[in-house]
């Protein structure tokens, strides 16, 4: 039976009322100080009562405000896996390298994936991979043996990182949420872009570009892997063949204006969900807004912290949802 | 086989009551947990939200209404209940307006009211225009009880 999501949506709408919208970034981006930003913030309902002032903790405290919402809204959060597999994969990631390095990752565990961190290290330092959910378990192995083995820490994060790709786009194949199957299709899309263009400039060979992709609707890995075993002009001449067209010229200019085209990219998809009533479509949206505005306030902060210009901040902020 | 009049009219008069009142039930329910979503965010749009989910309750209304006229028509609340097959099939006919309209417009008046409620969560202030768009569906249903009733009044009427 289709599951019904009117009453989520419904406190979603309310939810978004609080989102940041431009004009508090903009607020943001103007207060004199890094405490007159924590301050806004606090004021904006960030936080816990505590106060919290090192970044890190205060939007790791957001980031679990979204799943702690998301638990409450819905009595069943798998359709939102593919938000929490990269906090899964990370946790892996770190996992293997501690166990490897005998040294202790509890500081480094990401706190919102499917299954805790302490779980996938525990499993890790035992070799213990049926203890681990299905789509970590062979990527587990496989990591922890490609290390062992060889000692390439590179390798090892690239088998990781593909997997972590290849399984959100699975899972959001899996549903029937649009809003979903567009996130993991513009992640995993943008991930090849990046890996192709970051393989050309350190001369990877075909086969470990290949590698290294997933695939896609939106991207032909093979013909993209060929294009990055050649030139950054046969990436862009490829692209320019698909429906990323238009981020060629963010991609020419830096890294960070792709990722800025991309985020801004899907946000122009989600803003539809504002006016859909029954579906997980809004939910998704709004974790999604409040990703891009974790990662907005982030940056504001940081360069506040690091007395940056604002220019400089405004070029990389995205767009928000409301 | 003598009462089949009586029977076809208060087949009518259930059909009128039964489905308006099922639509009515489905949109007024649906609704309420659109309501429910905001009020748990802020309890004080209960007196706006509660409207929206009032909507789609006037079917049921308008189907125990008809219910009610062909009820009395045919005898059953009083007088003589002895009519003829043709009359009882003619309310049977005149309840079906009613009883599908209601049905299939409460139910879209609810979805309709859905939307309208995560719409004034954001924009309070947008009140009246909002609400005037599960209204809208409401016309539909106001026509087909004014067939319905035109018709139950008007059977007694005719030489059959």
């Given at each position: 039976?289709?599951?019904?999501?009117?009453?989520?949506v419904a406190r979603?709408r309310?939810?978004?009322?609080s989102?940041l919208?431009r004009q508090?970034?903009?607020?943001?981006?103007?207060s004199?100080?890094?405490?007159?930003?924590?301050?806004?913030?606090?004021?904006?309902?960030?936080?816990t009562?505590?106060?919290?002032?090192?970044v890190s903790?205060?939007l790791s405290?957001?980031?679990?405000k979204?799943?702690?919402l998301?638990?409450e809204l819905?009595?069943?959060?798998s359709?939102?896996?593919?938000?929490?597999?990269?906090?899964?994969?990370?946790?892996?990631?770190v996992s293997?390298?501690?166990?490897?390095?005998?040294v202790n990752p509890?500081?480094?565990?990401?706190?919102?994936?499917?299954v805790?961190?302490e779980?996938?290290y525990?499993?890790?330092?035992?070799?213990?991979?049926?203890d681990?959910?299905?789509h970590?378990q062979?990527t587990a192995?496989q990591?922890m043996?490609?290390?062992?083995?060889?000692g390439?820490?590179?390798?090892?994060d690239v088998?990781?990182?593909?997997a972590c790709l290849k399984?959100?786009?699975k899972?959001?194949?899996?549903?029937?949420s649009?809003v979903?199957?567009?996130?993991?299709?513009?992640?995993?899309?943008?991930?090849?872009?990046k890996?192709?263009?970051r393989?050309e400039?350190?001369?990877?060979?075909?086969?470990f570009?290949?590698?290294?992709?997933?695939p896609?609707?939106?991207?032909n890995?093979?013909l993209?892997?060929k294009?990055?075993?050649?030139s950054?002009?046969?990436i862009?001449?490829?692209l320019s063949?698909t429906?990323?067209a238009?981020a060629v010229d963010a991609?020419?200019?830096?890294?960070?204006?792709f990722?800025?085209?991309c985020?801004?990219?899907?946000?122009d998809?989600i803003?539809p969900q504002?006016?859909?009533?029954?579906?997980?479509?809004?939910?998704a949206a709004?974790?999604?807004?409040?990703?891009n505005?974790?990662k907005?306030?982030?940056?504001i902060?940081s360069?506040?912290?690091n007395d940056l210009?604002?220019?400089a901040?405004n070029e990389?902020?995205r767009?928000?949802?409301v | 086989m003598d009462n089949?009049?009586?029977?076809?009219?208060l087949?009518?008069?259930?059909l009128?009551?039964?489905?308006?009142?099922?639509?009515?039930a489905?949109?007024?329910g649906?609704?309420?947990?659109a309501?429910s979503?905001?009020?748990a965010e802020?309890?004080?749009?209960?007196?706006?939200?509660?409207?929206f989910?009032?909507?789609?309750?006037?079917?049921?209304?308008?189907?125990?209404l008809v219910?009610?006229l062909?009820?009395?028509?045919i005898?059953v609340?009083g007088?003589?209940?002895?009519i003829s097959?043709?009359?009882?099939?003619l309310y049977?006919?005149?309840?079906?307006?009613?009883?599908?309209a209601?049905?299939?417009s409460?139910i879209?008046q609810?979805?309709c009211?859905?939307?309208?409620?995560?719409?004034i969560?954001?924009r309070p202030d947008q009140f009246?225009k909002?609400?005037?768009l599960p209204?809208?569906?409401e016309t539909?249903?106001?026509?087909?009880?004014?067939?319905s009733?035109l018709?139950?009044?008007?059977?007694?009427?005719?030489n059959?």
């Open positions: 039976m289709k599951k019904d999501y009117t009453y989520a979603i309310s939810r978004e009322l989102l919208s508090d970034i903009d607020n943001l981006i103007n004199k100080s890094y405490d007159d930003c924590l301050q806004y913030l606090y004021d904006k309902g960030f936080g009562e505590e106060q919290e002032t090192d903790a205060l405290c957001e980031r679990e979204i799943w702690s998301m638990a819905t009595d069943d959060l359709p939102f896996d593919v938000f929490r597999y990269s906090d899964d994969f990370h946790n892996l990631k293997v390298k501690a166990v490897t390095r005998d509890f500081g480094m565990l990401m706190q919102n994936g499917t805790s961190g779980k996938i525990d499993a890790i330092k035992a070799h213990s991979y049926k681990l959910p299905d970590l062979q192995q990591a043996t490609t290390l062992l083995q060889t390439d820490g590179q390798l090892c088998i990781i990182d593909t399984a959100i786009y899972k959001a194949s899996e549903t029937n649009d979903i199957k567009l996130y993991a299709e513009l992640t995993v899309a943008s991930a090849d872009i890996t192709a263009v393989c400039k350190t001369g990877k060979s075909l086969d570009i290949l590698d290294a992709l997933a896609c609707n939106s991207v890995i093979t993209l892997a294009a990055a075993a050649k950054l002009d046969d862009f001449n490829y063949t429906s990323y238009s991609l020419k200019a830096s890294p960070s204006a990722e800025k085209w985020d801004d990219k899907l946000i998809s803003k504002k006016s859909e009533p029954f579906t997980i479509g809004p939910l709004y974790i999604i807004a409040r990703e505005e974790i907005a306030v982030r940056l902060l360069a506040k912290l210009d604002s220019n901040v990389r902020l767009d928000m949802y | 089949l009049g009586i029977f076809f009219g087949l009518g008069a259930a009128a009551t039964f489905l308006a009142g099922t639509g009515s489905i949109g007024v649906r609704a309420g947990v309501a979503g905001v009020l802020d309890p004080s749009k209960f007196g706006k939200v509660l409207i989910q009032l909507l789609p309750a006037t079917q049921g209304i308008y189907g125990l219910a009610f062909i009820l009395s028509n005898g609340l007088g003589d209940p002895n097959v043709t009359k009882g099939l049977l006919a005149a309840s079906l307006p009613i009883a599908f209601g049905l299939f409460a879209y609810g979805n009211s859905v939307a309208g409620i995560g719409t969560s954001k009246g909002t609400i005037l209204a809208m569906v539909y249903a106001i026509l087909a009880l004014l067939v009733m018709a139950v009044f008007n059977i007694p009427g005719l059959l």
